[in-house]
């Protein structure tokens, strides 16, 4: 997953759903900095938890429905200790994102002040208060009909929906004023120094590894979320793990029971559709068009924003609210048939089996490699 000039415009993404080590949080080294002007800085590591549970299955939304119950293997087990993250299943999946990410915010934000003062420069960290996570709906519980009848796929309405094409607090910079009292070459080393240099081309083409290019924020994502040389020294094990996932869905036992949900899907009226981790994928791509945020208009206005100047960035195109009705009806008529259909083939109950199995099998190939890992992990994570 990668974060980039374009952040501001999507707020949040809407991934496509799928289920990881049985919906535990997919093993990821965090968004990709660019050197590109990066909008709103407070949003990166807030966004990289959620990364962790948006591209996941679990209560994050298409994980195991009320009626399976989810317990961690042994592999979720490792992960969690090796990203930091809480296998709390009594707290939200947003919930635990907002905590896990409130506490990387703070040894995020740190680093890049500390990078910042080796090079003599003067950074205030940001509060996390970048990306705000609406609160949960008490009465009803994600993965089940109820919800899906209320708010489909949280595409476009719901506890974590943007059906108001806006949304979230406004975000102050802490470092505006600095930046401004400044001169126009100051301001420019500051920049550099904090965003790194610009790459060639648009600027979404820098790699997680360009961390030498990638500034303050490039380092301090990569000593943060990907570990640093932590995760350098288990990169091998990292790219197996990184792999699980497309190990689980290959299994002929899981193609099975997407087979029989794609037959449902399709009786329903929804052909197309050929697995339960893209089953939005097509409406999110729908959404994005409706809001305008992808407009080529638009994304130039981004690129040519005076982002230290003007943090809040500018005004989100205009929505069409009769438009937004008739997608959200759409979305939460797809999302209630999905539903039912996960449960008549009883698809989590078995593609959690499968997983559990593999996660075994995994976790007896590597075991003494991944705790040596989920130790140096804690470790550089100060805990």
């Not at 948006?54 to 992960?79: R, V």
């Not at 070459?185 to 961390?211: F, H, I, K, N």
Request: glycine share 12%; hydrophobic share 35%.
């Amino acid at each position: 997953m990668r974060t980039s000039r374009n952040a501001h415009a999507r707020g949040i993404a809407h991934t496509t759903r799928g289920a990881f080590a049985g919906g535990a949080p997919a093993p990821t080294k965090g968004p990709t900095m660019t050197a590109s002007r990066s909008p709103r800085p407070a949003a990166v590591a807030a966004l990289a938890v959620l990364a962790l549970v948006g591209c996941s299955g679990g209560d994050a939304g298409g994980g195991p429905t009320s009626s399976t119950t989810w317990t961690p293997g042994p592999l979720d087990e490792y992960q969690a200790r090796i990203y930091g993250y809480s296998l709390d299943r009594e707290a939200s999946a947003r919930q635990r994102a907002q905590a896990d990410g409130d506490r990387q915010h703070r040894r995020f934000e740190e680093a890049v002040a500390a990078c910042m003062a080796e090079q003599g420069f003067d950074y205030t960290p940001a509060e996390s208060g970048g990306v705000v996570y609406a609160s949960e709906d008490p009465d009803v519980v994600r993965g089940t009909r109820e919800f899906a009848e209320r708010y489909g796929y949280e595409i476009s309405a719901g506890p974590s929906g943007d059906g108001d094409a806006g949304g979230g607090a406004e975000w102050e910079d802490p470092n505006a004023e600095y930046v401004r009292s400044m001169s126009a070459s100051e301001a420019a080393a500051w920049s550099e120094a904090l965003y790194g240099r610009e790459a060639p081309g648009d600027g979404d083409d820098l790699q997680e590894d360009d961390v030498a290019s990638a500034g303050c924020y490039g380092a301090a994502q990569h000593e943060v979320y990907a570990g640093g040389g932590v995760l350098d020294e288990f990169a091998g094990l990292q790219q197996e793990l990184a792999r699980f996932a497309q190990t689980v869905q290959a299994d002929p036992r899981v193609a099975e029971l997407e087979s029989a949900w794609a037959s449902c899907m399709a009786d329903r009226g929804y052909p197309s559709l050929r697995d339960v981790a893209t089953a939005n994928q097509a409406l999110a791509a729908e959404w994005e068009d409706l809001r305008g945020t992808q407009d080529p208009g638009y994304l130039a206005e981004l690129d040519a924003w005076d982002w230290a100047a003007e943090p809040g960035g500018p005004p989100a195109p205009e929505v069409d609210p009769a438009a937004v009705a008739v997608f959200t009806e759409k979305e939460i008529g797809q999302a209630v048939a999905d539903v039912e259909c996960q449960e008549q083939v009883g698809y989590w109950a078995g593609r959690l089996r499968v997983d559990r199995e593999l996660q075994q099998e995994f976790v007896d190939r590597h075991g003494d490699e991944l705790e040596a890992w989920a130790t140096a992990a804690t470790a550089a994570r100060g805990e």
